[in-house]
């Protein structure tokens, strides 16, 4: 029987989609990100969308401003896709290196994604612009037709969206973020295996957990509502499966999505798991369970800068095995220099495994 460690250091991991909000939630927010992860693809759907340069540098700036002092972390920022965005204005981005990629959100497919595409062949102009200078592409792959069932949005994007656009756009650079199904997780490891290794995948902490019944377990739990919804246990089992695997296609990205309390507990609550303070145990709980702990760093921290053409972080972080209990929220106390208009306690953010004990801790160097 192989011995169980006590202890796992790991090269510092990078996340690759994340949601940090901005104003008082990012204040609150940041640190937790910040202090697990070197670098972060940094989602652009606020309000308004982050769709030129201009409004790229700034939210950066707010992003450094709000850092606490001592952590060091790298804000990767991202372009909002809309069906007039300036192919010029995203290639300017890129080349200043400004933007890092460009987010694809098909329209009202998530928070705040009204101004989204409402039709790929609306932004054919950009994508041959972005499949010639090697910009990635993440996508958002739900279909957003109201007569199909919501949780076969996602397989049906592939079909009726993503293969095409990949035949269209053969080298373009893809990330089909987020997945939560089989289908997703099939077809990202066969074009893998056949060579191609312009497309990828991130795969959520709460989607490696959760399946759908855990939104209904002794009632509606809202703060398991996220987009893409979470899937059957097959679904599940076959994401945990891919992370697992070892292929580099596979690779972290948290979706980490903080709304306030009165956000989620609503009549019409908001999709978002707030996950990131204890990501990367979380990570390990799921890798532990598969046996596969030495697949984790590799998921973790050298698969996506790799896709991304950039240096893996030199520094590292250590997981314990020590058993922490994960409190109901993230806290004011917990970090400083929240500013006048700080959120008010009641509607700081749930946290993922609220109320659960998580075998491993993260220490940080």
Same mark, same amino acid.
């Given at each position: 029987?192989?011995?169980?460690?006590?202890?796992?250091?790991?090269?510092?991991?990078?996340?690759?989609?994340?949601?940090l909000?901005?104003?008082?939630?990012?204040?609150?927010?940041?640190?937790?990100?910040?202090?697990?992860?070197?670098?972060?693809?940094?989602?652009?759907?606020?309000?308004p969308?982050?769709?030129?340069?201009?409004?790229?540098?700034?939210y950066?700036?707010?992003?450094?401003?709000?850092?606490?002092?001592?952590?060091?972390?790298?804000?990767?920022?991202?372009?909002?896709?809309?069906?007039?965005?300036?192919?010029d204005?995203?290639?300017?981005?890129?080349?200043?290196?400004?933007?890092?990629?460009?987010?694809?959100?098909?329209?009202?497919?998530?928070?705040?994604?009204?101004?989204?595409?409402?039709?790929?062949?609306?932004?054919?102009?950009?994508?041959?612009?972005?499949?010639?200078?090697?910009?990635?592409?993440l996508?958002?792959?739900?279909?957003?037709?109201?007569?199909?069932?919501?949780?076969?949005?996602?397989?049906?994007?592939?079909?009726?969206?993503?293969k095409?656009?990949?035949?269209?756009?053969?080298?373009?650079?893809?990330?089909?973020?987020?997945?939560?199904?089989?289908?997703?997780?099939?077809?990202?490891?066969?074009?893998?295996?056949?060579?191609?290794?312009?497309?990828?995948?991130?795969?959520?902490?709460?989607?490696?957990?959760?399946?759908?019944?855990?939104?209904?377990?002794?009632?509606?739990?809202?703060?398991?509502?996220?987009?893409?919804?979470?899937?059957?246990?097959?679904? #599940?089992?076959?994401? @945990?499966? =891919?992370?697992?695997?070892?292929?580099?296609?596979?690779? +972290? *990205?948290? &979706?980490?999505? $903080?709304?306030?309390?009165?956000?989620?507990?609503?009549?019409?609550?908001?999709?978002g798991?707030?996950?990131?303070?204890h990501?990367?145990?979380?990570?390990?709980?799921?890798?532990?369970?598969?046996?596969?702990?030495?697949?984790?760093?590799?998921?973790?921290?050298?698969?996506?800068?790799?896709?991304?053409?950039?240096?893996?972080?030199?520094?590292?972080?250590?997981?314990?095995? #020590?058993?922490?209990s @994960?409190? =109901?929220?993230?806290?004011?106390?917990?970090?400083?220099c +929240? *500013?006048? &208009?700080?959120? $008010?306690?009641?509607?700081?953010?749930?946290?993922?495994?609220?109320?659960?004990?998580?075998?491993?801790?993260?220490?940080?160097?």
């Amino acid at each position: 029987m192989a011995e169980v460690p006590t202890s796992l250091v790991l090269r510092r991991p990078d996340d690759w989609h994340v949601h940090l909000r901005d104003g008082a939630m990012l204040r609150a927010v940041l640190p937790a990100t910040a202090r697990t992860f070197a670098r972060a693809i940094v989602m652009p759907n606020l309000r308004p969308p982050v769709t030129s340069v201009d409004a790229a540098e700034a939210y950066r700036s707010r992003i450094l401003e709000a850092l606490p002092e001592g952590i060091s972390f790298e804000p990767l920022m991202t372009a909002y896709l809309t069906d007039d965005l300036d192919p010029d204005e995203l290639a300017r981005g890129f080349a200043q290196d400004v933007f890092r990629a460009a987010k694809l959100y098909p329209a009202n497919a998530t928070t705040n994604s009204a101004a989204g595409v409402s039709d790929l062949s609306k932004i054919s102009s950009v994508l041959t612009c972005m499949e010639a200078i090697d910009m990635p592409l993440l996508i958002h792959g739900e279909v957003t037709d109201p007569d199909v069932d919501v949780f076969d949005r996602e397989a049906l994007f592939i079909e009726r969206h993503l293969k095409p656009l990949r035949q269209r756009h053969p080298q373009l650079r893809i990330v089909l973020e987020h997945i939560t199904t089989e289908e997703s997780a099939t077809y990202i490891r066969e074009a893998y295996q056949s060579g191609d290794d312009r497309i990828a995948a991130t795969i959520t902490p709460h989607h490696l957990h959760l399946n759908r019944n855990a939104m209904f377990m002794g009632g509606l739990r809202s703060d398991f509502y996220c987009l893409p919804v979470v899937k059957r246990e097959c679904h #599940r089992r076959a994401l @945990v499966k =891919a992370a697992t695997s070892g292929l580099p296609c596979f690779f +972290l *990205g948290t &979706d980490s999505a $903080p709304h306030p309390r009165s956000g989620k507990e609503s009549a019409c609550g908001c999709a978002g798991i707030f996950n990131a303070l204890h990501a990367l145990e979380s990570y390990a709980a799921v890798f532990e369970q598969a046996s596969a702990l030495d697949q984790l760093e590799g998921f973790a921290s050298e698969h996506g800068p790799r896709f991304y053409g950039l240096p893996l972080n030199a520094d590292t972080v250590t997981l314990v095995r #020590r058993q922490q209990s @994960v409190p =109901a929220r993230l806290t004011p106390p917990r970090f400083a220099c +929240l *500013g006048d &208009d700080a959120l $008010p306690d009641s509607e700081w953010p749930l946290l993922f495994h609220a109320g659960e004990a998580l075998e491993w801790t993260a220490e940080f160097h």
